[in-house]
């Protein structure tokens, strides 16, 4: 009487293994969901940046946004700030030394390290000013699994002193993570990479 109680015990025992390796492994083998958004900015913004071919009017096609001015030194810098699909997104703008003379009387009245609004219509000849860079900052979590399933694996990864940096060369895009979580991107033409000095 006892084997057969032990037996059913072993066909219990089996049984309950079975079913969490089983669980185990689906748990294990589910895919990420690429975010579309990425996907999508990897071929609108990413790719004609890391050609130097993106430009203010492409930026706001994706996304209409706000032009600030910032005040800084030695040098004020041009930004574009918009937020799409739980992103805050930020790009600087290429300007030239004509158009930074044009908005001295801006400049003059702002404290060193402010930054301001631009209302209003803007010149025309500003929406082909050239993007220098492009933050984009997820607003929710974005998991690195869900980075890789939408950007690829990255070529590089380098352990920073608070978390990891994945280098995607192709677009000269930075990832920042910290805890299997993605805290920004950073992305620039690949020429701005050639010309650093090492």
Request: net charge negative.
């Amino acid at each position: 009487m006892w084997r057969q109680a032990l037996r059913v015990q072993h066909l219990l025992f089996y049984a309950l293994l079975a079913s969490a390796i089983f669980t185990l492994a689906l748990w294990l083998g589910r895919a990420a969901q690429p975010l579309v958004e990425l996907q999508d900015w990897q071929v609108r913004l990413l790719d004609p940046l890391a050609d130097a071919r993106l430009r203010l009017v492409t930026l706001q096609e994706v996304q209409a946004g706000q032009l600030w001015l910032q005040a800084g030194q030695p040098q004020a810098r041009l930004l574009w700030r918009a937020e799409q699909a739980g992103w805050r997104l930020q790009a600087e703008l290429q300007w030239s030394a004509s158009w930074a003379e044009r908005l001295q009387p801006v400049l003059a009245g702002m404290a060193a390290d402010a930054e301001q609004a631009l209302t209003g219509e803007w010149p025309v000849q500003w929406a082909e000013l050239p993007v220098s860079s492009l933050s984009l900052q997820p607003l929710h979590s974005v998991s690195a699994e869900q980075l890789a399933a939408s950007l690829g694996k990255p070529r590089l990864r380098l352990e920073l002193s608070e978390g990891l940096a994945w280098v995607y060369p192709q677009w000269a895009l930075t990832a920042q993570l910290v805890d299997e979580q993605v805290q920004g991107l950073l992305a620039q033409p690949r020429r701005s990479w050639r010309e650093q000095p090492l």
